[in-house]
């Protein structure tokens, strides 16, 4: 599985983003992505995860309410949609996939990740 995120840019506080995350190979549907970030000078962090049937997310707590994860497997695509965003939430996004096809839950970790996509920045000023 090769990933390939999108869709980041600058915004203003309150405004939305959607990211979105592409992936090649035929096990795309079979695995768990998710989506972690990094801010500068932070550790990486997870943001939210979706199992590899799309029927469980898990959020973090600092997301929850605010982002939605979604995948279309038909498409071989995974979203992030980012409503009022915070200058908080400023970090490169960076999408990944369960390394194990058929989990059943959503990871929340990145051990569990094998595959990595290439960062976008999302920049949220005040």
């Known amino acids: 599985v090769q990933l390939q995120a999108s869709g980041g840019g600058l915004v203003q506080a309150g405004d939305s983003l959607r990211l979105s995350c592409a992936a090649s190979?035929?096990?795309?549907?079979?695995?768990?992505m998710g989506w972690f970030r990094q801010a500068p000078g932070k550790e990486r962090e997870f943001v939210a995860a979706?199992?590899?049937?799309?029927?469980?997310?898990v959020y973090a707590d600092s997301v929850k309410g605010r982002f939605t994860i979604a995948r279309d497997n038909a498409k071989n695509t995974m979203y992030l949609q980012m409503n009022s965003l915070k200058p908080e939430d400023t970090a490169v996004y960076h999408c990944a996939a369960d390394s194990t096809a058929f989990r059943a839950v959503a990871f929340t970790t990145a051990d569990q990740c094998g595959y990595w996509g290439q960062g976008t920045q999302v920049t949220v000023s005040s």
């Open positions: 979706i199992a590899w049937s799309g029927g469980g997310t």
């Open positions: 190979g035929r096990t795309f549907s079979r695995h768990a």
